[in-house]
């Protein structure tokens, strides 16, 4: 079968959300949990969903990345990237997807306030 299997209300526009979308509203849904628990203590925070990092050639590591965190100064706001294929690659699952973005965002933030991951949010479990 070739085409989408159903018709779109407004044309060009697909029908159902794509896996970018997907993935947007799931890391949007837990950024906003943890963003508002730790609000006062974190401050401006930019979150971003890039597809992949740009990795140098002169790379030495054997994994690829799951997020960036830039630390702001200044005017800058801190800025936390989850990268999207590579934390995708490595789920087999919904469920997994949601831990695993669970778990990179928890890691950030508590490197951020320099406290335990476990005191961040308490679906925390475990490490990468």
């Keep these: 079968m070739r085409g989408p299997a ?15 979308e997907r993935f947007d ?3 949007l849904g837990i950024v906003m949990e943890v963003d508002q628990r730790w609000q006062d203590r974190l401050g401006l925070v930019e979150y ?3 597809d992949t990092p740009q990795i140098p050639d002169d790379w030495t ?4 990345p799951l997020s960036s965190l830039v630390r702001g100064s200044g ?13 995708e690659h ?3 699952s919904r469920a997994d997807l949601e831990a695993l973005v669970l778990t ?9 306030l320099g ?3 476990e005191d961040v949010d308490p679906r925390y479990e475990g490490g990468l």
């Design 90 to 92: 490595r789920c087999e």
């Design 48 to 50: 971003a969903v890039e």
């Design 25 to 27: 509203d799931l890391a």
């Design 75 to 87: 005017a800058t706001p801190t800025r936390l990237v989850l990268f999207r294929r590579p934390i």
């Design 115 to 117: 406290i335990d991951a």
């Design 6 to 20: 159903v018709a779109p209300a407004v044309p060009g526009r697909p029908e159902l959300p794509t896996g970018r």
């Design 61 to 64: 590591s054997g994994t690829v």
């Design 104 to 112: 990179v965002v928890v890691e950030q933030v508590a490197e951020l």
